[in-house]
Each structure stands twice: as structure tokens, then as C-alpha cells.
């Protein structure tokens, strides 16, 4: 049964830092394109950063150069490193993985930037 846990979720001042990180219980996870997103109260569910099975990433404009995904195969977990937080940076972030035309997420974690 895949699952996608997220954690490390939080309350951070703005300017602050987290890590988010998802733990995977798939098969093969080198080989599934896995992703982070994240919903606003009344807002869609928007892509935060991508990273394939090449490692090849990909970054929505307003995260480049403060967030960075990246995946350890090994442990089977994808993380994401999020720097100079800032309030509307608040969402629920979720974990997503896709492999053979499946789609895959996790439950989600709340990460709330306020002062």
C-alpha cells in the first residue's frame, strides 16, 4: 500500500527557516516524480517545487532561490528546505508522488508563517 507522510510542518516568524520532509512507503521510490504543493485558506492547490528521477528540479517564481527540494533514495524520503519564510508563504504543504500514470498524496502538514 504506497503511503506519503509529511512532517515537519510548524509556526515560524517570518524570515525564519523549516524543513519539510516526506517519508515514502512505496516500491522504487528512485523511479517516482515526486513534488510539494500547497493550499491557502481559499486559494487552489498550487505546485511549490518538483524534482524527477533524474533529479532534475523545478520551482514556482515565488519560492526560487529561498526553498530547495531534494530527495534521498536511499532513505526514501523527499525533503524541502525553505528559507526567509514569509506570511504568504502560509499553507497546508502537501507531499505528491506519480509514477506509471498513478498519482499519489500525502495528508499534509500546516506551516504558518506570523510574527
Known amino acids: 500500500q504506497v503511503q506519503l507522510v509529511e512532517s515537519g510542518g510548524g509556526l515560524v516568524q517570518p524570515g525564519g527557516s523549516l524543513r519539510l520532509t516526506c517519508t515514502a512507503s512505496?516500491?522504487?521510490?528512485?523511479?517516482?516524480?515526486m513534488g510539494w504543493y500547497r493550499q491557502a485558506p481559499g486559494k487552489p492547490r498550487e505546485l511549490v517545487a518538483s524534482i524527477s528521477d533524474t533529479h532534475k528540479t523545478n520551482y514556482a517564481d515565488s519560492v526560487k532561490g529561498r526553498f530547495t527540494i531534494f530527495r534521498d533514495n536511499v532513505k526514501d524520503t523527499l525533503h524541502l528546505y525553505m528559507r526567509n519564510l514569509k506570511p504568504e508563504d502560509t499553507a497546508v504543504y502537501y507531499c505528491?508522488?506519480?509514477?506509471?500514470?498513478?498519482?499519489?498524496w500525502g495528508q499534509g502538514t500546516q506551516v504558518t508563517v506570523s510574527s
Open positions: 512505496v516500491l522504487d521510490f528512485s523511479g517516482w516524480i
Open positions: 505528491r508522488g506519480t509514477v506509471g500514470g498513478n498519482l499519489y
